[in-house]
């Protein structure tokens, strides 16, 4: 995408119309899905009782295709409607174009729901590697879709240069393919849960007491975590009035933010949720010891990070995304954005444990008010900050400003229009980035809190802590000498080169310093090494 579109017009347009049915996926899918079938279905299942299983999750499952099937055809029709109400500030071009991606995008983020679904019955089987390499067949689909449309229509061509009419009609094209490929994360996900369900029946009921239990737990984590899904609509409408290239600025730099999100606090926050289900109340100290054991591997894992992002952000960037029309002013931008998301990333990881501790205890509306409070938090700081951040730019000669700050009004419409913004990246996005980290920041410690009230006194000590944050510093040390050593190099030699330097220093220092972590890899690497020079 970076190379075809750049942050123009059309990838905007693209992230517009993928982040309203998105949000879709996120409220009914996902981690909320996911969090109220799994304790309800893994007691089902570790007390036998497999055929009342399999009948939760088939009225489930019935019960979310009809409103899917409601939603998206509402979606499709109403598009321009719906666009206005959430995308009201984009320029017309690009909501024209926004219209036309959302129709095409609904149906595939449908599939993505529907794949949500089969991640919660896998995962209460604790079968979690399939559910989660699934989406890589979206991401193939997308990438071939885009290429192959680019060689047919571009004659051979990769891109340089690209008019807007081109770039529209690349991004169409590349809709389709989200749909082929969410049809696709769904159907290879399909038959392992009808091999592992005998007794899965779809039905519409709700006379079922397991369902009735599902569906109340799901009503509070719809208002508490989906709430936080939701305020992507909001922040949806606070972007669109900002200058051309905030949305896809944000959505680069949010696809690296949330990448240790999924790999390190997701993936140990589905791994603990079933087994924090079946502890419930009566083996406190038990989740506590879970709870700051995992806290621990999200930090050994997620801090040096959230260090490189800050540090080397824009090496990262430009080895992943600086090729044809992205150039070196959009790199700039999404590192500045990415960087300041990269604060909060460790209270964010956290707390995405934190929150399956208390849906484990029984908890879902505790979790449901603090997102309530972190969304309110991010979109009113957000809100205050986004246009004098806006204000800010990056240009040939590096950071400017244009016009006075403070400033509480969006900037006048020649400045956002696409050619007046050709040799300038406006920093708007990056106010609302610096909100959703403070407001993280906030949602770790009121999540730390009630916890503590039901009895889960989580004290991650100095001892633990300190050594883990100890390395991560060294390794900003190195990642800040080795910029003056690969400056010179392509940007993919040099992305990688910082990137390994970094780890292997971190890795390193902490396995020095006697983090319980880091020994463990360590200890892993000389099993493997050792195995493997056996074999040969």
Not at 239 to 251: E, Q
Not at 270 to 288: D, N
Not at 512 to 533: F, H, K, N, Y
Request: glycine content about 10%.
């Amino acid at each position: 995408m970076g190379h075809f579109f750049g942050t123009g017009h059309a990838a905007d347009a693209f992230s517009a119309a993928y982040r309203i049915p998105n949000v879709l996926q996120s409220l009914l899918g996902e981690g909320v899905l996911s969090a109220s079938i799994v304790p309800m279905y893994s007691r089902l299942l570790a007390d036998g009782r497999e055929e009342d299983a399999g009948r939760v999750a088939g009225a489930l499952a019935g019960l979310l295709a009809a409103v899917l099937g409601a939603v998206v055809v509402l979606v499709v029709v109403f598009a321009r409607s719906v666009v206005a109400v959430l995308a009201p500030g984009l320029p017309p071009e690009t909501f024209d174009l926004t219209v036309v991606l959302l129709q095409v995008i609904a149906p595939g983020v449908g599939f993505l729901v529907l794949s949500a679904w089969c991640l919660g019955i896998l995962n209460s089987h604790r079968r979690f590697f399939l559910s989660y390499v699934a989406p890589v067949l979206m991401n193939v689909v997308q990438v071939a879709v885009l290429v192959g449309a680019a060689t047919v229509a571009l004659g051979g061509g990769m891109g340089d240069g690209l008019s807007g009419l081109e770039q529209s009609s690349l991004v169409v094209w590349l809709a389709w393919g989200t749909v082929i490929g969410g049809f696709l994360q769904f159907a290879v996900q399909l038959p392992t849960v009808l091999r592992l369900t005998p007794h899965l029946r779809l039905s519409l009921t709700t006379r079922d007491a397991g369902v009735r239990e599902a569906v109340r737990s799901f009503v509070p984590l719809v208002a508490g975590k989906g709430v936080v899904h939701l305020s992507g609509y909001v922040h949806l409408v606070l972007a669109s009035f900002l200058a051309v290239g905030a949305l896809a600025g944000l959505r680069y730099a949010q696809m690296l933010y949330v990448l240790p999100v999924s790999l390190f606090a997701m993936s140990v926050a589905a791994a603990e949720l079933p087994v924090l289900s079946t502890i419930g109340t009566e083996r406190l100290g038990e989740l506590r010891g879970r709870v700051e054991s995992g806290l621990g591997l999200i930090a050994f894992l997620v801090i040096p990070t959230a260090v490189a992002y800050v540090v080397i952000g824009d090496l990262v960037v430009a080895a992943l995304l600086q090729s044809g029309e992205f150039d070196r002013a959009d790199t700039i931008q999404v590192w500045m954005i990415l960087a300041v998301h990269a604060v909060g990333l460790p209270a964010t990881t956290g707390s995405r444990l934190l929150q399956s501790a208390l849906y484990g205890l029984g908890e879902p509306r505790s979790a449901a008010r603090i997102a309530i409070v972190r969304v309110a938090v991010s979109l009113g700081v957000g809100a205050l900050l986004m246009f004098s951040f806006d204000r800010v730019v990056v240009g040939p000669e590096g950071l400017a400003l244009v016009g006075d700050v403070p400033a509480f009004t969006p900037l006048s419409a020649e400045l956002r229009d696409p050619v007046a913004v050709e040799q300038q990246r406006h920093l708007g996005a990056v106010g609302l980035a610096l909100a959703a980290g403070i407001a993280s920041l906030l949602e770790y410690r009121l999540l730390r809190r009630a916890l503590h009230r039901h009895g889960v006194r989580i004290t991650m000590a100095t001892a633990r802590m300190l050594p883990t944050a100890v390395a991560a510093a060294v390794s900003a040390i190195a990642a800040g000498a080795v910029r003056f050593v690969v400056g010179d190099l392509t940007p993919v030699v040099a992305g990688v080169a910082a990137v390994v330097v970094t780890a292997v220093v971190y890795l390193t220092a902490s396995w020095w310093l006697g983090v319980p972590e880091s020994r463990q890899v360590v200890a892993l690497i000389r099993r493997r090494a050792s195995g493997d020079a056996g074999r040969s």
